[in-house]
């Protein structure tokens, strides 16, 4: 039974085909729709023909093709005598012709004008636009002022096609004030907002996303327009040691920006030279707005690293080191001192020389040691650093030795810096303990540091794995297989492994939970990515020490099983079109 919508449609097409002349003398067939149809991957799609002006068929003689594949029966619908409907399901992500056409074995008459039976509706297929995600805006500093240039970037969710892509608008609101809008294909855009930055008013920005199938928005962000600066990190940094405040040091600086665009917040940081961890100074001991900042409980006579930060809305980069060393510290004791007495030749007296000196060797702290692979095998170099405490004089430095411990042989270098390698024979001894300690001395004494007693093992990094591929499979396109190349042999020990992959445009990466990976694999299977969606993957691995993380490897995962189950046709579009002319010029 026709539907009343169908016999609307029908006489839609009669009442758009003039009874005489055009059209009427040049075909025979008509399609509704007419024009080219984007349609939605994993849709279906309906079309209807009907017979105009000629009664050389009926409706049983008309037939679909979907570009050179003739659609089964099982998916027409006759509506009267002189029309059918078809409805396909929309699947791939190719454009297609979905052609009307009579048999022409009809007549002589439909055999020799084919051109006047057949008519076509061209289809491109794609996606509706994915909701934009983790939107984020600055505006940066430049000279003395904020620049009018409001940049954003985002990630984008979901797929899309060449026949529909996707295209983005970022909006930027200036409220009670002014819009401004500029659209791109990419994740990233800036708009001018004029002059001058709008200080002290509220922005709404969002990101649109949208194509031929839909559009969709970002969530909406609405905050104060100083909330998106990033100002220059603080200028001419200077630490100023006094000899009144031996582990309290000045510290002053010049802020990037006048404070009539508001006040700062700062953050500051130092460490000792040749220590690897910062410390933080609590963010509740640092006053808004200042420029200066006396540092506390730092160690006397010592060299110091010292950066600055600071936010209005964004924090600042951090800026250049300044180095400085803290003041002498008050003697709590008697001065320890050298006396040496010599006889002055040829005179009735002695000479007597007193030098100064500094405290005893401090304990050497984080001794941090390390085997790297070279080639195919770890190196039998042993490096190990650690950070020095305490002072010294000129008079009296202090030396460190490395010592290490292989069963019953010995290794030890000296040095008076704060590094040093030894060499460990010719092959490294794998599956071994090894016992390392540094020990400082000079000439008021010695100490040493903590002894560490591990399996050699443990001190090892290796290269990270290669020759990363990820493979998309059209049975599993949220799951792609990852394999790799561990980068030692397994008779050196079994690799942990940990694997982490983000979508291009995303500045998050996500991680696999440690629990699910296995040791000593080369394949893992990545769980609950998006279809059809560029990724980056990387994976490290650990003997002893993290590797390195591999380099990047992108790959893009398959389309849904779901939406891409029918066959793949032979021909594309221009293949249709180009034979479909063919047949016409033959004629």
């Known amino acids: 039974m026709v539907s009343a919508g169908e016999l609307l449609l029908l ?18 067939l008509v399609t509704a729709p007419q024009t080219t149809q984007f349609l939605e991957i994993g849709s ?31 998916l027409y619908t006759k509506l009267n005598e002189s029309a059918i409907s078809v409805t ?104 001018d907002l004029g002059d001058t930055y709008p200080h002290f008013m509220n922005l709404e920005v969002w990101v649109e996303a949208h194509n031929k199938l839909g559009k969709i928005e970002s ?29 309290s040091p000045l510290m002053n600086w010049t802020q990037p920006i006048d404070k009539t665009y508001g006040k700062l917040k700062y953050e500051i940081r130092f460490c000792a030279i040749g220590s690897p961890n910062w410390t933080y100074v609590p963010k509740r ?47 709590t004791s008697k001065p320890d001192v050298w006396r040496t007495i010599a006889e002055v030749d040829g005179k009735n007296e002695r000479r007597v020389q007193f030098v100064s000196m500094s405290d005893p060797p401090g304990k050497p702290e984080n001794v941090s040691c390390v085997a790297v692979q070279e080639k195919t095998t770890i190196s039998s170099t042993f490096s190990c650093q650690w950070a020095t405490v305490g002072r010294q004089t000129s008079d009296v430095p202090t030396e460190y030795t490395l010592n290490v411990v292989v069963i019953h042989q010995n290794y030890s270098v000296s040095t008076e810096g704060t590094h ?16 390392v300690w540094v020990e400082a001395h000079n000439k008021l004494g010695k100490i040493e540091s903590e002894h560490i007693t591990q399996d050699a093992n443990s001190f090892v990094k290796t290269n990270p794995p ?52 296995a040791m000593d694999i080369q394949s893992f299977r990545l769980q609950s990515l998006q279809p059809y969606t560029e990724y980056i993957t990387q994976v490290r691995c650990q003997l002893g020490d993290w590797s390195d993380w591999s380099d990047n490897t992108t790959t893009k995962t398959a389309e849904d099983q779901k939406l891409a189950q029918a066959k793949e046709e032979n021909l594309d579009m221009h293949q249709v079109l180009d034979q479909t002319l063919l047949e016409l010029n033959n004629l």
């Open 11 to 28: 006489a839609g097409l009669v009442l758009a085909v003039p009874a005489k002349g055009g059209f009427s003398q040049t075909n025979h």
């Open 88 to 191: 396909i399901p929309v699947t791939s992500g190719k454009s297609q012709w979905l052609f009307c056409r009579a048999k022409e074995e009809k007549s002589s008459y439909v055999y020799l004008n084919p051109g006047k039976f057949m008519y076509g509706v061209l289809l491109k297929k794609g996606y509706p636009p994915g909701k934009p995600e983790n939107v984020s805006c600055v505006a940066v500093q430049e000279k003395t002022t904020i620049s009018s240039t409001f940049s954003c970037q985002w990630a984008t969710v979901g797929r899309q096609t060449s026949d529909v892509p996707t295209e983005y608008t970022l909006n930027v609101v200036v409220i009670h004030s002014q819009n401004y809008s500029v659209s791109t294909e990419g994740t990233h855009a800036q708009v």
């Open 466 to 517: 290669s020759d990363i591929k990820v493979i998309s499979e059209k049975d599993f396109p949220t799951s792609p297989l990852m394999n790799w190349t561990q980068p030692i042999d397994k008779t050196y020990g079994k690799l942990k492994y940990e694997i982490r992959f983000c979508a291009i445009g995303s500045p998050n990466w996500t991680y696999v939970p440690k629990s699910d990976i």
């Open 219 to 247: 969530e909406h962000i609405t905050q104060d327009a100083n909330s998106f600066v990033k100002t220059n990190p603080p200028s001419d940094i200077k630490v100023i040691s006094e000899k009144d405040f031996p582990t």
């Open 420 to 435: 040093a390698q030894v060499d460990l024979g010719d092959t490294y001894p794998h599956f071994m303990n090894l016992e």
């Open 285 to 331: 001991d640092i006053a808004m707005d200042i420029q200066s900042f006396r540092l506390q409980s730092l160690q006397p006579y010592t060299e110091y690293i010292t950066q600055v930060r600071c936010q209005l809305g964004d924090w600042s980069d951090w800026s250049d080191n300044t180095t400085t060393k803290t003041a002498e510290d008050r003697p």
């Open 44 to 74: 279906n799609f309906k079309a209807t023909c009907m017979i105009i002006n000629t009664t050389e068929v009926t409706a049983d003689d008309l037939y679909w093709k979907l570009s050179e594949t003739t659609v089964s029966k099982e």
